[in-house]
């Protein structure tokens, strides 16, 4: 598109404008109010006023920056030498010039993409005065002395959600493509973005549940989550899939996985292209893997410990009765990794030594720096938190999942905003977005001790710190050969805060790094060619020495770890089927477990 396009086709007429937003708002009215007519007055107010305990922190933050009046007349000084560079190569560009935008957004930054943004002078100087204002805001608060790292922290989250909630791109008249939108249509891309938000509304009883996914265009068990295989066992927390092998030959140990009991576990297996589950049995591993019960107010009292038991203990007994091998490898995934931690150390004082390798993909065990998800753990946000939970017996959801989605707020919620309400379309049907609005609930027991003695006191890190099954806990204890696996972009699990573990664990560990993020960069299969991965043979105490000695490699880490894993699983059997042990079969995988949604 040329300049001149992009001059004429951005700018509406005030006319034409003015008639279709009339007639928006004549919709629009009877739209809100078939609404309200179906709104109950069911549910109560949330208690408290300010639950995330923001309030506190700003006002500390405004406390000090206005102890320093010196350093804030600098600040603003700075704000407008800024001003005046924008107007000055604005007006260069206005009167024919070439002069070169003064402030230009990152390059993964797709809010600023349509062509207008760049070619039209008014949204030009739109985008570039957001950018300065944002960026001038942001490193105001992070220039202000004396906070603690904490508050520090949570004011600088809070102020990036901020920063991006106010982009130029969120609002109709600010942004070029909804304008365009709105012409082309005569408004009816606001229409129906109007009943989009609407209809969000009524799927999360009155809570924003923004729809990221066609939730018509998968079902579990029909085209993701569909490598054969069947359940093999369960119990109150777990169903066990063993999968029905695609070899005639099989590693003789069998391969136990243990997914996070925060989400589903078919991100393992969404479908044939990307299955991390399907081409683990394509390599000729005997695989099972644990899918978690959607907890309810009856399961309320399950304590991490009961998870410890009920699953993956629970989980190698099953695996010896199914296919008479005493032993078995495991991997364990973010959450399912921190268990799977706990759980070794625990085994490794009973002198227990079934398991004998350990995978973890992105998993925390020391939560010194636990990332931004530290923002949301301090004891007002944690009592505010306990309060919700004790009330239902567990934590919803979707509460838990705008958690996340706040972590990368453009991606997972501006975008949506944007496509789904301004400019009215529907959202795409794209399978990991499906699975992360897939949530799962939380017992109220189990998680309130993860959140306050690992993410808060940081105990499981600490010898002793805390005591599951009767023994205290202690990492340094676990001796088995372990392939740890972090991604870069990691905002969930930051890759230096899991390197910490190579210094713990006091057998042999192979730490290989991914690119790219907590899902993308471990669910990243060889046909894609996608990202990379760095390895080293050599563990330094620290993480930035380890990464300047590795080495990298193009294209997925999964043949990197199916050659170490086969090291670690004997000779070749006979393939085993589903069944022919002394475990039969409950019902087909994907099971019934996984199915249950978080609102049933």
């Not at 391969?255 to 009991?261: A, F, K, M, R, S």
């Not at 001790?449 to 806990?473: A, C, D, H, S, W």
Request: aromatic residues 10%; charged residues 20%.
């Amino acid at each position: 598109m040329s300049e001149q396009q992009g001059q004429d086709a951005k700018l509406p007429d005030p006319v034409e404008l003015t008639k279709s937003m009339g007639e928006i708002a004549e919709k629009s009215q009877k739209i809100v109010s078939d609404w309200l007519d179906r709104q109950t007055s069911a549910g109560a107010a949330p208690k408290g006023l300010d639950p995330l305990n923001i309030g506190g922190a700003f006002l500390e933050m405004t406390a000090r920056m206005m102890s320093d009046p010196a350093k804030l007349v600098q600040a603003q000084m700075n704000l407008w030498q800024d001003y005046m560079q924008l107007w000055q190569s604005t007006t260069q560009r206005l009167i024919g010039g070439s002069g070169e935008a003064a402030f230009q957004p990152a390059g993964d930054d797709r809010r600023f993409s349509d062509p207008a943004w760049d070619e039209n002078h008014v949204f030009d100087f739109i985008k570039q005065s957001y950018l300065l204002s944002a960026r001038w805001v942001q490193s105001t608060v992070q220039e202000v002395e004396g906070l603690d790292d904490k508050t520090a922290k949570k004011v600088d989250f809070y102020t990036r959600q901020f920063v991006d909630a106010m982009a130029p791109s969120n609002f109709v008249m600010t942004n070029p493509e909804v304008l365009r939108s709105t012409m082309e249509s005569g408004g009816e891309n606001l229409v129906k973005g109007l009943q989009n938000l609407l209809d969000d509304l009524d799927r999360g009883n009155g809570r924003l549940q923004i729809k990221m996914a066609d939730p018509d265009a998968f079902e579990v068990g029909h085209n993701i989550a569909v490598t054969p295989g069947k359940v093999v066992y369960q119990n109150d927390l777990i169903q066990l899939i063993q999968y029905t092998p695609t070899t005639e030959k099989v590693y003789k140990r069998p391969l136990l996985i243990i997914p996070p009991w925060i989400n589903k576990y078919y991100i393992l297996d969404l479908r044939a292209k990307n299955s991390f589950v399907k081409w683990a049995v394509a390599e000729g591993f005997t695989v099972f893997v644990i899918s978690w019960v959607n907890p309810d107010a009856k399961l309320a009292q399950k304590t991490f410990e009961d998870y410890m038991l009920e699953a993956p203990l629970a989980a190698l007994e099953a695996v010896e009765a199914a296919t008479g091998e005493p032993d078995a490898n495991v991997v364990g995934y973010c959450l399912g990794g921190t268990l799977l931690a706990a759980t070794l150390a625990a085994m490794a004082v009973k002198k227990d030594d079934r398991f004998k390798s350990a995978t973890f993909l992105t998993t925390m065990t020391d939560f010194t720096e636990a990332g931004e998800l530290g923002v949301f753990i301090d004891e007002e946000q944690l009592a505010s938190l306990e309060e919700k939970m004790h009330e239902r017996g567990y934590l919803e959801g979707a509460e838990m999942a705008t958690t996340f989605n706040m972590l990368r707020a453009n991606d997972l919620i501006w975008s949506f905003v944007v496509n789904n309400y301004l400019l009215g379309k529907d959202p795409f049907p794209f399978d990991l977005l499906y699975w992360n609005a897939d949530s799962t609930r939380m017992p109220a027991a189990m998680h309130s001790f993860y959140l306050r003695k690992m993410y808060q006191e940081n105990l499981l890190v600490k010898p002793g710190g805390i005591e599951l099954t009767g023994v205290p806990i202690d990492l340094t204890k676990i001796e088995l050969p372990v392939f740890m696996l972090s991604t870069r972009e990691d905002h969930i699990a930051p890759w230096r805060s899991t390197y910490a573990a190579t210094q713990l664990f006091s057998g042999p560990v192979k730490f290989v790094l991914a690119a790219s993020g907590h899902i993308a960069g471990v669910v990243n299969p060889p046909a894609a060619g996608k990202y990379g991965h760095w390895t080293n043979a050599k563990n330094p105490k620290n993480p930035e020495s380890w990464l300047k000695g590795a080495t990298e490699h193009s294209g997925s880490w999964w043949p990197t770890w199916s050659k170490w894993l086969a090291g670690k699983s004997g000779a070749k059997v006979a393939a085993r089927q589903p069944g022919d042990g002394k475990l039969k079969v409950v019902e087909d995988a994907p099971g019934a477990y996984v199915k249950v949604k978080a609102h049933d």
